[in-house]
């Protein structure tokens, strides 16, 4: 395994040298950086250009000025690495340290998301191949496509914010909107649902008429200027987390973790006002991380005492439904810290924003107003990075699934008598996820790279940021500590990627051969 791993970063090491060594030398004879300064009439301009060279070593050839680059980033492993100057006379690691931040917390958020909801979206549609939900699906996803992010960016801008926050001023729901969700959420369950055609009728009529009334009930009661989930909420939701968790994971013919993670729902709707009173008096992410703590390390001890033999998926079922339970009381406080926020002179009930990375008037004092308003402005980018990478997972899990349920061993795994779940989850799934690693790893470096878009619409100061300054102000050292982050990251994720393929194939042995 060492072996292996020290092989393989060899390699890619050579990769980011030679790319390394061939952009810096083609941005060095791209442009001048002193060009505005040999056009200024400044007095001192003469002083200014010769303290500039000096700075970026302009007098040296581009070649051996990327050896002593080289020097100054290498020193990473020692703790003191040095990106050289910017040419407004900041240090290229300082901006790197505020730009690192900001774009790992809009990527990160949008790439999970993408991930997780375009694989279970595209796993369903594969079951439920040439069905309604596929042939929507296949066309959401075929439009997500062509649609630029920029243009994207903007009708979230117009929908989601301007008109949402206008909507606040007197949050009634005209009737035209309540029939079109309920018409939405009618054909999206019933498609996804799918059976006999009275099935489909009846799923139709129930979530149709459920998802209006409920919007009737949001827009007579102003529960959008004052959500609130409620112990009852959490519970009835955290059971249904738990079946759908226990179902998915080992089957619901195993009692005894479905008993552990019923458990686990009663566990968080009796935490529910103590977790609360915490939130409240203790506010911060530690109270956050110390509720997490206690409540999964009850998984463990609910799942053992429910478990005799094959103990594993019993705690693997228990603890995930603590963990996704457990978030609807951070969702929870969340929503009761909304009317709050709204009311706040920074805010004034316009509580989504178009651009920033927060409000720069906002009391940062109380934790949750503060972490709301980071939430808040994280949603539209988020969303928009969201929906243009989800549309890609839809499309390559679905592909590579049917290719799957098409191999002999899925053959013999149904002639021998497993159920359709066993089939689809242990073997099925497990395959499915090989090609789709690399397609994350890809997927995660080009994010970063297509954030540059998002940032800019959105008025993020992130890597995209930079890299846009550096290329577009001739700043060698700025644009080339964005390339070595970046490239970093993607020789850290082509690493993981082929650790996962050993984890994820029994076939693959790393270190085979070594």
Do not use: C
Not at 42 to 55: G, K, M, V
Not at 211 to 237: C, E, H, M, Q
């Amino acid at each position: 395994m060492v072996a292996f791993i020290l092989r393989r970063l060899g390699i890619l090491g050579v990769i980011l040298f030679g790319s390394s060594f061939i952009l810096y030398n083609l941005a060095a004879i791209s442009g001048d950086p002193l060009s505005e300064l040999r056009l200024s009439n400044d007095p001192n301009r003469d002083f200014l250009i010769a303290s500039l060279t000096r700075e970026l070593q302009l007098d040296v050839p581009p070649p051996a000025r990327y050896f002593l680059w080289l020097k100054g980033v290498l020193g990473i492993f020692v703790g003191q690495p040095n990106f050289g100057m910017s040419r407004d006379g900041s240090t290229v690691a300082h901006s790197l340290a505020l730009a690192i931040p900001v774009t790992i917390r809009l990527v990160l958020a949008a790439t999970i998301f993408a991930i997780v909801l375009g694989i279970a979206i595209g796993i369903v549609t594969a079951l439920r191949q040439y069905s309604r939900f596929d042939y929507s699906m296949t066309f959401v996803s075929f439009l997500m496509f062509s649609l630029p992010v920029f243009w994207v960016a903007v009708l979230l801008k117009e929908y989601l914010a301007i008109s949402f926050n206008n909507f606040l001023r007197d949050p009634k729901v005209p009737l035209s909107f309540i029939i079109g969700i309920g018409l939405f959420s009618a054909v999206f369950w019933a498609s996804i649902v799918g059976g006999t055609k009275k099935k489909f009728w009846t799923t139709f009529a129930v979530a149709g008429g459920g998802s209006a009334a409920l919007i009737t009930i949001f827009s007579l009661t102003k529960w959008f200027l004052n959500p609130s989930l409620g112990p009852i909420v959490v519970g009835a939701l955290a059971v249904g987390i738990a079946y759908g968790i226990t179902q998915i994971s080992v089957g619901l013919i195993n009692k005894a973790a479905l008993k552990a993670s019923l458990t686990m729902a009663g566990v968080v709707f009796i935490a529910y006002y103590p977790a609360n009173w915490v939130f409240d008096n203790h506010p911060g992410s530690f109270s956050v991380f110390g509720i997490y703590s206690i409540i999964i390390a009850i998984a463990v001890f609910v799942a053992l005492a429910y478990s005799k033999i094959d103990r594993g998926p019993i705690i693997r079922t228990s603890v995930l439904t603590a963990f996704i339970s457990t978030g609807l009381l951070i969702v929870d406080k969340f929503m009761q810290t909304w009317k709050p926020y709204m009311e706040t002179d920074a805010i004034n009930y316009r509580p989504v924003p178009t651009i920033g990375q927060r409000s720069d008037l906002l009391d940062t004092s109380d934790w949750w107003l503060s972490s709301l308003d980071v939430v808040t402005h994280l949603f539209l980018p988020t969303l928009a990075l969201t929906l243009i990478s989800f549309a890609g997972y839809i499309r390559y899990s679905r592909g590579t699934l049917l290719e799957v349920l098409n191999q002999d061993y899925i053959r013999t795994a149904r002639a021998k008598g497993l159920t359709e779940r066993t089939v689809i989850m242990r073997h099925a799934f497990r395959n499915t996820m090989i090609p789709l690693t690399t397609i994350m790893v890809v997927d995660f470096a080009g994010v970063i790279g297509g954030a540059l878009i998002t940032e800019s619409v959105f008025g993020w100061s992130g890597m995209g940021t930079l890299f846009r300054q550096g290329l577009l102000g001739y700043d060698l050292n700025l644009l080339m500590g964005v390339f070595f982050i970046t490239a970093s990251l993607s020789v850290i994720a082509n690493l993981v990627a082929d650790l996962l393929y050993s984890a994820l194939d029994p076939r693959i042995r790393v270190g085979a051969g070594a």
